[in-house]
């Protein structure tokens, strides 16, 4: 008796999805609106391995073993530990660093690509995810963080998201100073100060007071411990988070400028504008910092209109180019996430939801005819035009009609025996054929209508050209000239 195989399960990891054709159609349609904005301003494409040194990405790491926490590791042959990226721009600065005397200065480039977080995975939270984004490296001005926030507003537009957002910019060199003003000195309760102003837009200032003091109580009874602040130093931060500008200090006069260079460039306050809320997580901010966010209603978990929120932003990071070299190197960036933004767009209807046009199919009818429905395929294709001979193992007309229904094909095209007498070939138009029907009711009308379907000559260049006609085809022609 032969041992039962034992079969594998077919399981997807947590915190990673597969992508389907639409899904992918539409998120590569996105990401060329948002290359155009991006090579418009003058910066071009760059990309970076997946793996890197895990002491290049510069993520504080705990002192075990194997160091993955918050990232994925593995141990090369020599013994060196490599993580997957968990974003592109400590990359960037690798290869910039690395390429220094070869790159021009400033370094404006951009990349699209995978990174990586090794954090326990939940509803719309992904261990795999897009990030775009794109940087100066090199310039130290405000004048280069002020192009970022401009760009950004230039990319939500080109996306079709005009007054749906708008770019909110502040400098960590402000948050700093009223830090400094109000006594906070220890790391840790920056952190938290920071942390809490950065929860202005979803408690309001009394929220933040709280959570600058002892600490805040949610609706559920979860208490979220606090910066431990007195209410004098409170008072200080609270001054400011309520948008009262601080003692003139470097981080304001940048702000000052990048508020000239908006104004000059027609960028009014409902597109760009500065916000004193804007805190941003990453530690290695050194100056400006800004964050896209998209300001329509959205409905919550608990069915609460919400604000969509942010779905990108970057800022100012002098110091991260510097770990590789004994010189300062200005820099500045932002990043994209690009599945929020697709959801986001979704939302507003602006992302393509249709399923890509899929292949012209060649019905295979008699099997010692493969030759001719073979050259049939090939001068569709050497037409620029999307096809396939059908492959199954079936010569059943009705299933290979459903193969290319499922495949989104835009038409058949059927060469029997009497076809082939006759000097001609059928084409189904699918398309078509499926909008006529929806006015057929009587099953035995639609078989005699035979809706969508046509002749045409037999030779190659009569098929090319009947099938390059179909609406679906010409239109697909058209965006791939």
Same mark, same amino acid.
């Given at each position: 008796?032969?041992?039962?195989?034992?079969?594998?399960?077919?399981?997807?990891?947590?915190?990673?999805?597969?992508?389907?054709?639409?899904?992918?159609?539409?998120?590569?349609?996105?990401?060329?609106?948002?290359?155009?904005?991006?090579?418009?301003?003058?910066?071009?494409?760059?990309?970076?391995?997946?793996?890197?040194?895990?002491?290049?990405?510069?993520?504080?790491?705990?002192?075990?073993?194997? +160091?993955?926490?918050?990232?994925?590791?593995?141990?090369?042959?020599?013994?060196?530990?490599?993580?997957?990226?968990?974003?592109?721009?400590? +990359?960037?600065?690798?290869?910039?660093?690395?390429?220094?005397?070869?790159?021009?200065?400033?370094?404006?480039?951009?990349?699209?690509?995978?990174?990586?977080?090794?954090?326990?995975?939940?509803?719309?939270?992904?261990?795999?995810?897009?990030?775009? #984004?794109?940087?100066?490296?090199?310039?130290?001005?405000?004048?280069?963080?002020?192009?970022?926030?401009?760009?950004?507003?230039?990319?939500?537009?080109?996306?079709?998201?005009?007054?749906?957002?708008?770019?909110?910019?502040?400098?960590?060199?402000?948050?700093?100073?009223?830090?400094?003003?109000?006594?906070?000195?220890?790391?840790?309760?920056?952190?938290?100060?920071?942390?809490?102003?950065?929860?202005?837009?979803?408690?309001?200032?009394?929220?933040?007071?709280?959570?600058?003091?002892?600490?805040?109580?949610?609706?559920?009874?979860?208490?979220?411990?606090?910066?431990?602040?007195?209410?004098?130093?409170?008072?200080?931060?609270?001054?400011?988070?309520?948008?009262?500008?601080?003692?003139?200090?470097?981080?304001?006069?940048?702000?000052?400028?990048?508020?000239?260079?908006?104004?000059?460039?027609?960028?009014?306050?409902?597109?760009?504008?500065? #916000?004193?809320?804007?805190?941003?997580?990453?530690?290695?901010?050194?100056?400006?910092?800004?964050?896209?966010?998209?300001?329509?209603?959205?409905?919550?978990?608990?069915?609460?209109?919400?604000?969509?929120?942010?779905?990108?932003?970057?800022?100012?990071?002098?110091?991260?180019?510097?770990?590789?070299?004994?010189?300062?190197? +200005?820099?500045?960036?932002?990043?994209?996430?690009?599945?929020?933004?697709?959801?986001?767009?979704?939302?507003?209807?602006?992302?393509?939801?249709?399923?890509?046009?899929?292949?012209?199919?060649?019905?295979?009818?008699?099997?010692?005819?493969?030759?001719?429905?073979? $050259?049939?395929?090939?001068?569709?294709?050497?037409?620029?035009?999307?096809?396939?001979?059908?492959?199954?193992?079936?010569?059943?007309?009705?299933?290979?009609?459903?193969?290319? #229904?499922?495949?989104?094909?835009?038409?058949?095209?059927?060469?029997?025996?009497?076809?082939?007498?006759?000097?001609?070939?059928?084409?189904?138009?699918?398309?078509?054929?499926?909008?006529? $029907?929806?006015?057929?009711?009587?099953?035995?009308?639609?078989?005699?209508?035979?809706?969508?379907?046509?002749?045409?000559?037999?030779?190659?260049?009569?098929?090319?050209?009947?099938?390059?006609?179909? +609406?679906?085809?010409?239109?697909?022609?058209?965006?791939?000239?």
């Amino acid at each position: 008796m032969t041992e039962k195989k034992k079969l594998i399960a077919p399981r997807l990891p947590r915190g990673f999805e597969d992508r389907l054709p639409a899904e992918i159609g539409a998120i590569n349609e996105m990401t060329a609106k948002i290359r155009k904005v991006y090579e418009r301003y003058g910066f071009d494409p760059v990309e970076t391995p997946l793996l890197e040194y895990t002491e290049t990405l510069g993520k504080f790491l705990p002192d075990t073993d194997r +160091p993955n926490a918050g990232v994925f590791s593995l141990q090369d042959d020599d013994d060196q530990w490599m993580s997957l990226r968990y974003d592109l721009t400590a +990359p960037l600065a690798r290869h910039f660093a690395e390429n220094f005397n070869d790159l021009p200065k400033p370094y404006r480039s951009y990349r699209a690509g995978y990174v990586f977080r090794n954090e326990k995975p939940g509803p719309g939270r992904f261990r795999q995810f897009m990030q775009f #984004d794109a940087d100066t490296v090199g310039a130290a001005g405000p004048e280069a963080d002020a192009e970022m926030c401009m760009m950004m507003a230039d990319t939500m537009d080109a996306l079709g998201l005009a007054g749906k957002y708008v770019v909110k910019v502040n400098n960590r060199k402000v948050l700093d100073g009223v830090l400094a003003s109000a006594g906070v000195t220890s790391e840790e309760q920056k952190l938290t100060v920071l942390r809490a102003i950065d929860k202005l837009d979803k408690f309001g200032p009394a929220g933040v007071e709280l959570l600058l003091g002892e600490g805040r109580k949610d609706e559920s009874g979860d208490f979220t411990k606090g910066a431990g602040l007195t209410a004098e130093q409170s008072a200080i931060v609270l001054y400011y988070v309520r948008g009262q500008e601080p003692v003139d200090n470097e981080g304001v006069a940048e702000l000052r400028t990048m508020q000239a260079l908006f104004d000059a460039a027609g960028y009014g306050p409902d597109r760009i504008k500065i #916000d004193p809320s804007v805190v941003r997580g990453l530690e290695y901010y050194t100056g400006p910092v800004f964050e896209i966010e998209l300001t329509f209603k959205v409905h919550n978990e608990k069915g609460q209109d919400v604000v969509f929120g942010s779905v990108g932003g970057g800022g100012r990071y002098d110091g991260l180019v510097s770990r590789f070299r004994s010189e300062p190197v +200005p820099a500045t960036g932002f990043s994209i996430g690009v599945s929020r933004l697709a959801n986001a767009l979704k939302l507003t209807g602006n992302l393509g939801a249709t399923e890509p046009v899929g292949p012209v199919v060649v019905l295979v009818m008699d099997k010692d005819q493969v030759a001719r429905y073979q $050259a049939i395929t090939s001068a569709l294709r050497n037409a620029g035009i999307r096809a396939e001979m059908f492959m199954g193992n079936t010569k059943n007309f009705g299933k290979q009609v459903a193969y290319a #229904d499922k495949r989104n094909s835009p038409a058949v095209i059927i060469e029997g025996s009497q076809e082939r007498e006759q000097g001609i070939v059928q084409i189904k138009d699918l398309i078509a054929g499926k909008e006529a $029907a929806a006015a057929i009711k009587d099953n035995a009308e639609y078989k005699a209508a035979r809706p969508g379907q046509f002749e045409c000559k037999g030779d190659l260049a009569s098929i090319v050209a009947a099938i390059s006609e179909l +609406p679906a085809v010409a239109n697909y022609l058209k965006d791939n000239q």
